[in-house]
């Protein structure tokens, strides 16, 4: 039995050798081609000076290349940190220094990122370059060249499972994202979970247009490195045309989607008359599914169940999953704990609520995070000792559980919310709109939005004089921050409410929308 | 990796500066950094899947055309030189009707 992650890979190439892991556009590796390109990586990385415990960063789009860097950082004994491909410059200098990355495993296609990104990062990262060549002005090694040396096995890092695996950066209400700890302990254990609350076999097919930098994302590797099905990787569901002919050749078994997945899919006319007979699964999770676009799901797709799901970073990205046959009897509900992880409501002291009472969900399992990286005061914030000596991960989303244990989201605690199934951090983004020299006063908020779950808005005040217009601002963001960040509306306004010390009241500007946090009338589940 | 082919098209497709200027405007903070017309645009991380429906929105726009769901490939979308290609047949398209 695999107790380190990378052995699901190698246990899985020798029972089953010549089985297709994954297909990305015209390539296609077996598992044992998977398992040796990513014994290669392991070899370059080691080259490079990896050994236990050190960070490897790799910000590729969904390919093949990302999942043998990822395998291959593991059997170096590294950990590794996933870095979204459109990350700016800024950010990635920040989140190369704060994990302290050693490597970074990027695309030649985004050097212009990444060359300005490593002049200022300290730690002088070594680039394991996937491409054509070296960029120019860059340094660094060569996927490639990694690819054609002789095979030979990494040498043995010397892991137990209480080693870190993975550093996954979130957002947070600082607008700083903080790194959370997973250990190889954490991702075994969810992996056996959700591939047995699914049904997964080798005989799945599952398309992933989820990006890998996410935690949902890489849940499909995991079980499917696990399981022994196959992976088809889209580099995103931007074309989605292409992805749904993809659906029909490879006859699908699963598809894990979000929100504006789903709502792209019913919109799309050929969807329609698609022959999709082979799907036998949809999940959906990271934020609720609107109960229209639920009911029409199930219609167009009447033998596939439905998995309404919920997780957070900090939790190994699982929590809880809804039965398929509850799905009618409590369609708001996000369903109960995964296998093997209890979560219960408790209130501020962390003692148990009665069902019905709303409260913060706490949660104990083999899924919850070791902490967040160099972060001792956040760390011990969300996590507290139990009775038994446990660690419980409170957090903070605010539940209520009937008397069966299953469970309902109700609001954040704090003001994050959750864009396109991404967290929100409204200071991130209102951090860049202060950038602006002509905004004197900036509040972000999420609205309601079929498309979004979420959308992002921002409530602005100009300073006297300047002239601000949308286009202007959007602009801006859009060259600061990741997409999911940039705001969708933007309103202008003579003043914003304050407090009587002269905070912004953001509350004030939710209650004007409505209660966008609250999904249990409208909505199926899935928040987290 | 995949790269977008040049297309026969490439040098005469009136719109292609005002394609590029929109995505330089728009997605570089109007600094051109250079890249090539030839270029995947979402693998170098100027425009990404969110960013390709604000592409398409400024094509219905400014050059009047009508991009249905099967237009959504990348064969049309990937590059600047393809953009302005896919742009060019829709035009011809239009004015033969």
């Known amino acids: 039995m695999a107790h380190l992650v990378h052995q699901f890979l190698s246990e899985t190439a020798k029972r089953a050798p010549s089985r297709t892991a994954l297909i990305a556009g015209d390539a296609r590796r077996s598992f044992a081609e998977l398992d040796r390109e990513s014994d290669a990586v392991a070899c370059a990385l080691q080259s490079a000076g990896i050994a236990r415990g050190d960070r490897v960063a790799v910000m590729l789009e969904n390919s093949i290349e990302y999942v043998a ?24 200098t920040y989140l190369l220094a704060d994990a302290g990355v050693r490597v970074l495993i990027a695309p030649s296609a985004l050097a212009r990122q990444v060359l300005p990104a ?80 699914l049904g997964n076999t080798p005989d799945d097919v599952v398309m992933c247009v989820l990006p890998l930098t996410f935690g949902y994302g890489l849940s499909q590797v995991l079980t499917g490195a696990r399981v022994g099905f196959t992976l088809v990787l889209e580099r995103s569901f931007a074309f989605p045309m292409e992805t749904l002919k993809r659906m029909v050749q490879h006859r699908v078994t699963g598809l894990p989607g979000v929100p504006t997945v789903f709502s792209t899919l019913l919109g799309l006319e050929a969807a329609r008359t698609a022959d999709l007979d082979s799907l036998r699964y949809l999940t959906n999770a990271a934020a609720p599914l609107p109960a229209a676009h639920l009911r029409r799901l199930r219609e167009r797709f009447p033998q596939a169940v439905f998995h309404s799901m919920y997780g957070m970073t900090e939790c190994c990205t699982r929590i809880s999953t809804l039965d398929p046959a509850e799905l009618d009897l409590k369609p708001a509900s996000v369903g109960r704990a995964i296998p093997n992880c209890e979560a219960f409501v408790a209130d501020e002291e962390g003692s148990r609520l009665p069902p019905g009472q709303v409260g913060e969900l706490v949660v104990r399992g083999a899924n919850v995070m070791r902490g967040y990286w160099n972060r001792p005061e956040e760390t011990a914030r969300r996590l507290r000792r139990g ?142 | 990796m995949r790269t977008a082919t040049l297309t026969d098209t490439t040098l005469t497709a009136p719109a292609l500066p005002e394609i590029r200027a929109f995505i330089v405007e728009n997605f570089l903070l109007g600094k051109d950094s250079g890249f090539d017309n030839s270029e995947s645009l979402l693998e170098s991380g100027i425009i990404d899947s969110t960013g390709i429906m604000h592409v398409v929105a400024f094509l219905e726009e400014r050059f009047g055309i009508a991009v249905d769901d099967d237009d959504m490939v990348a064969d049309n979308l990937e590059s600047v030189d393809r953009i302005a290609a896919f742009v060019g047949r829709k035009q011809e398209l239009r004015n033969a009707a």
């Not at chain 1, 860097?69 to 990635?92: E, H, I, Y």
């Not at chain 1, 860059?138 to 040498?155: E, F, K, N, V």
């Not at chain 1, 908020?445 to 808005?457: C, E, N, R, S, T």
């Open chain 1, 69 to 92: 860097g990822l395998f291959g950082t593991l059997k170096a004994g590294g950990v590794f940190v996933p870095v979204n491909p459109s990350t700016k410059a800024d950010k990635l």
């Open chain 1, 118 to 197: 490593l002049e200022t990062v300290e730690t002088q990262p070594t680039v394991l370059w996937v491409g054509a060549g070296l960029p120019n002005g860059a340094t660094g090694l060569l996927y490639a060249d990694a690819m054609a040396a002789p095979h030979r096995q990494p040498a043995e890092p010397g892991l137990i499972d209480q080693d870190l695996a993975a550093i996954m950066y979130t957002s947070g209400t600082t607008g700083r994202p903080k790194g959370v700890m997973l250990t190889h302990a954490n991702y075994v254990n969810t992996s056996w979970a959700i591939s047995t609350y």
């Open chain 1, 387 to 528: 009775p038994q000596g446990e660690t419980l991960l409170f957090t903070g989303d605010l539940f209520t559980q009937d008397a069966e244990g299953h469970l309902y989201f109700v609001s954040r605690k704090d003001d994050v919310f959750k864009c396109r199934g991404e967290k929100v951090s409204p200071k991130e983004v209102e951090n860049a709109l202060y950038e602006l020299e002509g905004v004197h006063e900036a509040c972000v908020i999420g609205i309601p939005d079929d498309a979004d779950g979420l959308a992002v808005k921002a409530f602005l005040v100009a300073r006297d004089g300047a002239a601000l217009s949308e286009a202007a601002i959007r602009q801006h963001c859009r060259g600061r921050l990741e997409s999911h960040l940039v705001p969708k509306f933007i309103e202008f306004r003579d003043s914003l409410p304050k407090t009587d010390s002269g905070k912004i009241r953001r509350a004030e500007l939710v209650e004007e929308i409505g209660t966008p946090a609250r999904p249990a009338a409208a909505s199926v589940g899935s928040p987290g």
